[in-house]
């Protein structure tokens, strides 16, 4: 009976230490989503006219321009912001890999998947982008001072979300207009 109760007890603790290995994936996790949530890559013409910010899975949060962008021909203007926003996905999907690998490992070499698919698009090596990863200067956090004479005209051309306002609920009784399937309650169930 002994030997069967130390089995069971074996068992068990076998069965919390995996449940502890569960809860610590977990926690990474939820980690990582915090990470790719926060995720922003900015990128920025080299005549410093037009601005994109990308977010995780390459959406586009903002695209800022100069005055000097609003005096460009609109083919130029058009070329210059599709080029800054491919930069700008495009980093953000290689800062989006190297999240994931750093959260799961790079087992599936996720980095090196991105790199390869964006040397094909932008007809280049996945060294020179690697290179070009390592040569790119830290953003200031928001809280650090940094210069502000090129303000963007201080807009976005992307427009903010309104809240939306809730529509009223509906009116509790019998509905004059003949209309009693869309009320779910009749005065009696009260």
Known sequence: MSAEFDQLVTQFEQFQA???HVDEQFADVAAMQ??????EATATSPDRSVTVVAGPGGAVKDIRFTDAALRQSAPALSAAVLAT?????AEAARRQAGIVEAHVGDDMHLMDQVLETQAELFGTTPEELRASMAEQPARPAADEPHDDHDDYGQGSVLRREEPQSRAAPPARGNDPSGNR????YD???R
């Open 181 to 184: 399937f869309l009320n779910l």
């Open 187 to 189: 005065e009696e169930d």
């Open 34 to 39: 915090a990470e790719l949530t926060a995720l």
């Open 18 to 20: 995996r449940l502890r």
């Open 85 to 89: 926003l491919r930069q700008a996905v």
